[in-house]
């Protein structure tokens, strides 16, 4: 069975707590990292140089109006669970 660890959002935390990763998470069970962040011009991160895949989405004001346009159903969904 293969594992993917997916980061979503922003890179936060540094390199030290990006090697804690790799060594308790990504190499004990062999996963792949693929990271979803908003675009930028820096990808002189490790995360860049360890990720199998790379999503990069325009940054948005508001990122409701994202996960409305896109994930409607489940945001509410959960932003109900969560928010209310």
Avoid at 9 to 30: D, I, N, V
Avoid at 45 to 53: F, H, I, M, N, Q
Wanted: aromatic residues 22%.
């Amino acid at each position: 069975m293969k594992t993917l660890v997916i980061l979503l959002g922003s890179a936060r935390g540094g390199e030290q707590t990006w090697k804690t990763m790799y060594h308790y998470l990504l190499e004990p069970y062999s996963a792949e990292l693929a990271l979803c962040f908003g675009k930028t011009k820096e990808h002189n991160l490790s995360l860049y140089d360890r990720a199998k895949y790379i999503w990069e989405l325009e940054e948005y004001q508001a990122w409701s109006a994202y996960y409305q346009n896109y994930v409607q159903d489940i945001f509410y969904e959960y932003s109900m669970y969560y928010f209310s």
